[in-house]
């Protein structure tokens, strides 16, 4: 019992913090990191965004790997033309960001700030804007993250 309180109050600070993070980033007082990219509006006529799946990737300390980095990631393009192209290749694009993401996670010194974040996504934008042409992707969005520890 005393076991489920702890983890009962271990869950309630991390969702708290995470609201009050959530609040920082995204309030008026935001950083002006915390706005990399501009956001186009959700109705914006021909922005597009298409979503690339899960990914996982292990992060290799030395010759061990330490932890799984799993990300959510999608890509916005603008114009039905393009948003046709990037669908059209597809499985390239995965494979572009995959090969991209092991690069990143086995040459990351400190995994949890948001600068690591913003440098992964002009990574993957530049890698594939190198696939499909420069100007295809206007951004790449890290819509989910989950980094677990191995044991």
Do not use: Y
């Given at each position: 019992?005393?076991?489920?309180?702890?983890?009962?109050?271990?869950?309630?600070?991390?969702?708290?913090?995470?609201?009050?993070?959530?609040?920082?980033?995204?309030?008026?007082?935001?950083?002006?990191?915390?706005?990399?990219?501009?956001?186009?509006?959700?109705?914006?006529?021909?922005?597009?965004?298409?979503?690339?799946?899960?990914?996982?990737?292990p992060v290799i300390n030395g010759s061990q790997?330490?932890?799984?980095?799993?990300?959510?990631?999608?890509?916005?393009?603008?114009?039905?033309?393009?948003?046709?192209?990037?669908?059209?290749?597809?499985?390239?694009?995965?494979?572009?960001?995959?090969?991209e993401l092991h690069k990143h996670m086995s040459?990351?010194?400190?995994?949890?700030t948001v600068q690591d974040l913003l440098k992964?996504?002009?990574?993957?934008?530049?890698?594939?804007?190198?696939?499909?042409?420069?100007?295809?992707?206007?951004?790449?969005?890290?819509?989910?993250?989950?980094?677990?520890?191995?044991?």
């Amino acid at each position: 019992m005393h076991g489920m309180n702890r983890r009962n109050l271990a869950r309630g600070l991390a969702i708290a913090g995470f609201l009050l993070g959530a609040g920082f980033f995204c309030g008026p007082n935001a950083p002006a990191w915390a706005a990399d990219a501009e956001m186009p509006d959700a109705e914006t006529p021909g922005v597009h965004f298409i979503e690339l799946g899960a990914f996982v990737v292990p992060v290799i300390n030395g010759s061990q790997v330490t932890r799984h980095v799993s990300l959510a990631i999608s890509v916005e393009v603008t114009g039905d033309e393009k948003k046709a192209e990037v669908e059209h290749m597809l499985p390239r694009v995965k494979d572009v960001v995959l090969r991209e993401l092991h690069k990143h996670m086995s040459r990351r010194r400190d995994p949890d700030t948001v600068q690591d974040l913003l440098k992964l996504k002009r990574k993957l934008r530049k890698a594939g804007n190198g696939l499909l042409g420069e100007g295809m992707l206007n951004d790449v969005l890290i819509e989910n993250t989950l980094e677990r520890k191995i044991l």
